[in-house]
């Protein structure tokens, strides 16, 4: 990278892109406001992207994926692992995993002790313990920053709404944010709904399992409105079957907040369907998402979520995201089987990952 760098950067504070200059050595990263008017330059730069859904834990399991690989090399700054690994896993993922994982990381602990492993975590419910689960969370306070339960017919049995009263308890016991998996009925979002507060996480709204998410006509349904009201955070959540073109798009003809683009990327989701960060940003960019507000579901809105307050700081950068919005015609596919044909797509340059600049490996 030249000394000098032209970038249209994106100001987190004002969700807006302004003119500036990139410039300093490995250590000493600083952007310049130069002028807010039309752009100077195609490179963007944001401050780094996080992925509020992933699963890293590599080797475990049928989820856990390489971090790298889905981190840094193409744009995400930091990743958080949703729920992959467990109280009685962690140890095993902080000693042999994460050391050497570059990408700075995150855990959201499953309620399950054992993490998400396969399709149904709840198999020995004697074993999920709210106790246990806030104190493994108080060993791990620079690590582990929720709670996480999967609520679906695809991993619910008989428990009920169990799972989640437990990982409610937890997480206020622990006073940190919860994620919960939504996907089909039973459960329902109504009966469940009295167990989030806010700063939680409702992931994978825009699947395309039906249930009571969302009306007809794309408007929440009642129980996702008192969420939305309450202050519980949104969360794409692509991965391999929960992203729905159809249910995105009639959501986003209405009012709605600014939503976290996590991609649950785990071993099925990174060879198809969602493939990386850039490839997610690309197919809601085309389905009409503001770039500013595809930039704050990657930037301040995860940052806020995880209580990250000097994430979005550029005077000095520490961590941040180089790209470019290029000409690419592609048919992208949803977990329906829907398709799309965008004609332009996100291509990562390169991130200032802990203050040294690192160049992304070819893509598209």
């Known amino acids: 990278m030249n000394d000098k760098t032209l970038v249209r950067y994106y100001d987190a504070d004002k969700n807006r892109f302004l003119n500036g200059e990139l410039s300093g050595c490995d250590g000493d990263w600083h952007v310049e406001y130069r002028n807010d ?43 958080v692992d949703a729920g992959t690994v467990g109280e009685y896993t962690i140890h095993g993922f902080t000693k042999y995993v994460a050391p050497a994982i570059e990408t700075n990381i995150r855990l959201f602990l499953c309620i399950s002790p054992i993490g998400v492993i396969f399709h149904h ?25 929720g709670v996480k339960v999967r609520m679906g017919s695809e991993t619910i049995r008989h428990e009920g709404l169990e799972p989640l009263r437990l990982a409610s308890l937890a997480a206020r016991k622990a006073n940190v944010p919860m994620m919960v998996h939504v996907g089909g009925n039973p459960p329902y979002l109504k009966d469940m709904e009295p167990y989030f507060e806010k700063g939680d996480i409702l992931t994978h709204v825009f699947n395309g399992r039906g ?90 809105g995860p940052a806020m979520a995880l209580g990250l307050t000097d994430w979005c700081r550029l005077s000095t950068v520490r961590n941040a995201t180089l790209f470019r919005i290029v000409d690419h015609t ?3 596919e949803d977990c329906q089987g829907n398709t799309r044909t965008f004609h332009r797509a996100f291509l990562t340059e390169g991130v200032i990952l802990n203050g040294k600049y690192r160049k992304a490996p070819a893509q598209l």
Request: net charge negative.
């Open 121 to 145: 975590d709840y198999n020995a419910m004697q074993y999920l313990d709210a106790d246990r689960c806030a104190a493994c969370i108080a060993e791990y306070p620079g690590l582990i920053s």
């Open 330 to 332: 592609e048919a992208y």
């Open 211 to 300: 249930g009571d998410v969302w009306n007809p006509d794309g408007t929440p349904s009642d129980a996702l409105q008192k969420l939305i009201d309450r202050g519980v955070w949104l969360d794409v959540g692509h991965g391999s079957s929960s992203f729905d073109f159809n249910v995105f798009e009639r959501a986003i003809r209405h009012p709605l907040p600014r939503v976290l683009m996590g991609t649950d990327l785990h071993q099925s989701s990174v060879r198809k369907l969602v493939r990386s960060m850039p490839v997610l940003l690309s197919k809601l960019y085309g389905c009409g998402v503001s770039l500013e507000d595809i930039l704050y579901g990657v930037t301040a």
């Open 37 to 79: 008017g039309p752009a100077e330059t195609d490179l963007f730069l944001s401050p780094g992207w996080i992925d509020m859904h992933t699963h890293i834990f590599d080797g475990f399991g049928l989820f856990g994926t390489e971090a790298d690989a889905v981190g840094w090399k193409t744009g995400t700054c930091l990743l």
